[in-house]
Nanobody
Framework: QVQLVESGGGLVQAGGSLRLSCVAS????????MGWFRQAPGKEREFVAAISWRGGTTYYADSVKGRFTISRDNAKNTVYLQMNSLKPEDTAVYYC?????????????????WGQGTQVTVSS
């Protein structure tokens, strides 16, 4: 069993920055790839970014490439999502997810565990 707890969401103006954190507990965090997804009202949950178990491989959705950075600190069992140059269309609930795979998938169904989510609201 894995527990994931996100934090760091909030209200920010367009062009601003936020850093999301996700703390994992319950199993060996360092051997799991991690991902961030988001879900806006009325829309399906979509892939944002993912990182391999060692952090050497990362993937990003085209919509956030160049603005968001995913990273991890295995000593702290934490994965981060640094979000810069935020846009109103980035407004969503952001979810952290864990998979037993070593390489990070972009497909939602390949993740086994999910956090409760943290709200990010970007005002124009």
């Amino acid at each position: 069993q894995v527990q994931l707890v996100e934090s760091g969401g909030g209200l920010v103006q367009a062009g601003g920055s936020l850093r999301l954190s996700c703390v994992a507990s319950g199993r060996t965090f360092s051997s799991a790839a991690m991902g961030w997804f988001r879900q806006a009202p009325g829309k399906e949950r979509e892939f944002v970014a993912a990182i391999s178990w060692r952090g050497g491989t990362t993937y990003y959705a085209d919509s956030v490439k160049g603005r968001f950075t995913i990273s991890r600190d295995n000593a702290k069992n934490t994965v981060y999502l640094q979000m810069n140059s935020l846009k109103p269309e980035d407004t969503a609930v952001y979810y952290c997810a864990s998979t037993s795979r070593l390489l990070p998938p972009t497909e939602r169904y390949k993740y086994n565990y999910w956090g409760q989510g943290t709200q990010v609201t970007v005002s124009s």
